[in-house]
């Protein structure tokens, strides 16, 4: 009689079990563990692929961003290179750098693709990490969109996280263009200061860019000056001149000390119009400009 009950109770267990077990299967469970090929266990429901797989990422200069991530995921026709790229950005050009840096985004008309130092105020970095893409494209190029922006590159795959993190990293350390501007002692100076030692090429700015192109009546906006190259050791002076003072009013002078690619100052809304603000280094023509709205 014990022996009855044990085999029933056994043989009942077993259904049971079963039925729990198809019952977890028809939910969608997750499958038997899987086994990576170093032999660790992978995580269900993973490719036991990594984020940032071996080779993602780099310096962050813009040389080592064309190398690993232009040229492999953005610089080819039907996207950015070619005889038409796409947005007029050619990142297949030797003037890819200029084209991003303080340059205006022809999809939004009130943002720029690359502020030096602010990775968050840059839609070059807004488009490769996915992040506030934004709405509504009003720029010049916004019919490209079809009212959508979408993340880079589009309809590839998206970049992985390093070599996200190096873009940012690049804009975050001031998006310089040039990495081999220094003289033998390690900087740019020349006979007048002003010149760099090893190409003779001399100081100018080449952007001058803000994070909204209009501001208030009574309230202040920052502006970023952007040179083509490191300041030299004894600094460079650059010029800041309103078109109206009567309506935004600057200040004369900013002086960016050695090793400086960008700096920044304030400018302040006086009341309503539209004014240009220059920006050049000695000896500059033409100035760099910038146009503003006071509301």
Request: glycine letters at 14%; one cysteine or more.
């Given at each position: 009689?014990?022996?009855?009950?044990?085999?029933s109770?056994?043989?009942?267990?077993?259904?049971?079990?079963?039925?729990?077990?198809?019952?977890?299967?028809?939910?969608?469970?997750?499958?038997?563990?899987?086994?990576?090929?170093?032999?660790?266990?992978?995580?269900?429901?993973?490719?036991?692929?990594?984020?940032?797989?071996?080779?993602?990422?780099?310096?962050?200069?813009?040389?080592?961003?064309?190398?690993?991530?232009?040229?492999k995921?953005c610089a080819?026709?039907?996207?950015?290179?070619?005889?038409?790229?796409?947005?007029?950005?050619?990142?297949?050009?030797d003037?890819?750098?200029?084209?991003?840096?303080?340059?205006?985004?022809?999809?939004?008309?009130?943002r720029?693709?690359?502020?030096?130092?602010?990775p968050?105020?840059?839609?070059?970095?807004?488009?490769?990490?996915g992040?506030?893409?934004?709405?509504?494209?009003?720029?010049?190029?916004?019919?490209?969109?079809?009212?959508?922006?979408?993340?880079?590159?589009i309809?590839g795959?998206?970049?992985?996280?390093?070599?996200?993190?190096?873009v940012?990293?690049w804009?975050?350390?001031?998006?310089?263009c040039?990495?081999?501007?220094?003289?033998?002692?390690g900087?740019?100076?020349?006979?007048?200061?002003?010149?760099?030692?090893?190409?003779?090429?001399?100081?100018?700015?080449?952007?001058?860019?803000s994070?909204?192109?209009?501001?208030?009546?009574?309230?202040?906006?920052?502006?970023?000056?952007?040179?083509?190259?490191?300041?030299?050791?004894?600094?460079?002076?650059?010029?800041?001149?309103s078109s109206?003072?009567?309506?935004?009013?600057?200040?004369?002078?900013?002086?960016?000390?050695?090793?400086?690619?960008?700096?920044?100052?304030?400018?302040?809304?006086?009341?309503?119009?539209?004014?240009?603000?220059?920006?050049q280094?000695?000896?500059?023509?033409?100035?760099?400009?910038?146009?503003?709205?006071v509301?």
């Amino acid at each position: 009689m014990v022996r009855a009950l044990s085999r029933s109770a056994l043989l009942a267990a077993t259904l049971i079990a079963g039925s729990m077990i198809a019952a977890a299967c028809d939910e969608g469970d997750p499958a038997s563990p899987v086994l990576s090929e170093d032999g660790g266990l992978v995580e269900a429901g993973s490719t036991g692929q990594s984020e940032t797989p071996p080779g993602c990422g780099g310096e962050p200069t813009f040389a080592a961003l064309r190398d690993s991530v232009f040229n492999k995921s953005c610089a080819f026709g039907a996207c950015h290179g070619g005889a038409n790229p796409a947005a007029g950005l050619d990142l297949a050009s030797d003037k890819a750098c200029e084209l991003l840096v303080g340059h205006p985004s022809c999809v939004f008309s009130n943002r720029v693709r690359v502020v030096p130092g602010h990775p968050e105020q840059s839609y070059l970095y807004a488009k490769v990490s996915g992040e506030d893409l934004g709405t509504s494209p009003d720029g010049t190029c916004a019919g490209l969109t079809n009212g959508t922006p979408s993340r880079m590159p589009i309809g590839g795959e998206a970049l992985c996280q390093g070599s996200i993190d190096q873009v940012k990293a690049w804009i975050a350390a001031g998006a310089l263009c040039d990495s081999g501007d220094a003289g033998a002692d390690g900087s740019a100076d020349g006979a007048d200061g002003q010149t760099d030692a090893g190409d003779g090429g001399r100081v100018t700015v080449t952007t001058l860019t803000s994070a909204t192109a209009t501001l208030a009546a009574g309230t202040d906006l920052t502006v970023t000056v952007t040179l083509n190259r490191a300041a030299p050791g004894s600094g460079a002076d650059v010029t800041i001149t309103s078109s109206d003072t009567s309506v935004l009013t600057t200040v004369g002078e900013v002086v960016l000390m050695k090793g400086d690619n960008s700096g920044t100052f304030s400018v302040h809304g006086v009341k309503a119009g539209s004014v240009t603000v220059k920006a050049q280094a000695p000896g500059q023509t033409p100035p760099a400009t910038l146009v503003l709205t006071v509301n």
